[in-house]
């Protein structure tokens, strides 16, 4: 390498650094995009919007700031969370300068807060809040001396935290919800027709405000629905047709159904604990014929999937958030649902961040 290539790399090595270190400035952003609800205001109008139009349109502000947003708004487009069009007027014989306009793009579609859409708006808004964020200032000291990030940043774990605090429950479970139709909807493209067809009773353990067993109930209504999860949780879900909520703690028991389904549980425990929910899962299904449908990461560190580098993200994110959890390789869960009562499993890949892990206890 002569001294010209080594320069040149190094420099590339100190633009990196400057990158990774205000990574968090794209977040502030998008987060921004949410709350300022600048996809809904494109959305609603149906077609790209000039500044002033997006502008005017922003709640909760008499006189929104039009430097501040023109600013941001340069950065999303860079980031392509929009994108911007030049608008020019052909009457003005191009005398008078072009009017930018803000159009939506495949990224901003997932920021919509219109409930017919599927959003990720919640989960932005709960990821980058200041509760959620304050843990990942303790990684170094968890790597020095192991313990909870979660704990360390609050005096609690996560759960705890959620049954004394109503606004950071509703924050939480929202975040999830979102998350979970989502997720829904890639399984029900790929496990579809008969596949439900001799499942009448499913418990989702772990279902949050219940809007996941929903979505499968509502596409097969045969399914008799049970969203489990602890008492505070359920005791703010709304009602869904064909799905009763259960509060419970699953470490004690789950209720009894022909199938479990578990989407984002596991990787928020330790190996020993998640033995101990896969124990209480076996004794809640049918002993030969019962299933365990898990949606969860399933870890390739070095693969270059779509989704691979995100499932590298949510296990530092369980460092941050869970009291001992993780994402886990294929290996991994092998082991773990072997030593859970489950030796045989198949996994399949789905359109989402998660694979589906059916575990069978035969
Ligand atoms: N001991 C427990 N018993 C039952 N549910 C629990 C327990 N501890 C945590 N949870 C719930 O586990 C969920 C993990 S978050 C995942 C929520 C949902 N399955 C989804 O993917 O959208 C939260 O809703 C917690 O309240």
Redesign the pocket.
């Known amino acids: 390498m002569d001294k010209h290539d080594a320069a040149s790399k190094l420099l590339h090595g100190q633009a990196q650094i400057w990158k990774q270190m205000f990574a968090f400035v794209d977040s502030m952003a998008l987060k921004c995009a949410v709350e300022l609800q600048i996809a809904d205001i494109i959305h609603s109008h149906g077609r790209p919007l000039s500044l002033s139009e997006i502008s005017s349109n922003i709640t909760n502000s008499s006189s929104p700031s039009f430097p501040y947003l023109a600013r941001i708004m340069r950065l999303l487009v860079r980031n392509n969370i929009f994108e911007s069009i030049e608008d020019v007027q052909p009457e003005n014989g191009g005398d008078t300068p072009s009017t930018t306009l803000y159009g939506l793009t495949t990224a901003s579609r997932w920021l919509l807060n219109n409930n017919d859409q599927l959003s990720m708006a919640p989960f932005i808004l709960m990821e980058n809040h200041p509760w959620l964020l304050s843990p990942w200032h303790q990684l170094s000291t968890c790597v020095r001396e192991g313990g909870i990030a979660f704990q360390k940043a609050h005096g609690k774990e996560i759960?705890d935290m959620?049954s004394q605090n109503p606004e950071f429950n509703k924050i939480f479970?929202d975040g999830?919800?979102c998350?979970?139709k989502i997720?829904m909807q890639a399984i029900l493209s790929v496990f579809k027709g008969t596949y439900w067809d001799g499942v009448e009773t499913l418990v989702?353990?772990?279902?949050?405000t219940g809007a996941?067993i929903a979505e499968i109930v509502k596409v097969y209504p045969h399914i008799k629905g049970i969203n489990?999860?602890?008492p505070h949780?359920v005791a703010t879900a709304p009602k869904y047709d064909g799905v009763s909520h259960v509060g419970?703690?699953?470490?004690d028991a789950i209720p009894s159904a022909q199938a479990v389904f578990?989407?984002?549980?596991m990787h928020?425990w330790c190996d020993e604990d998640c033995v101990k929910i896969l124990k209480n899962c076996r004794r809640a299904i049918p002993e030969k014929t019962g299933k365990v449908f898990i949606?969860e990461v399933v870890l390739k560190p070095d693969g270059d999937g779509l989704f691979d580098s995100i499932g590298m993200i949510l296990d530092l994110l369980m460092i941050a958030h869970s009291s001992g959890g993780k994402e886990r390789t294929e290996p991994e869960w092998k082991k773990l649902l072997d030593k859970g009562g489950f030796p045989r499993y198949k996994i399949t890949e789905i359109p989402a961040c998660f694979s589906i892990i059916e575990a069978y206890p035969e």
């Open positions: 759960w959620a479970n999830m919800e998350t979970g997720t989702d353990v772990g279902g949050g996941t489990f999860d602890l949780v419970g703690d699953m470490f578990m989407k984002w549980i928020d949606v």
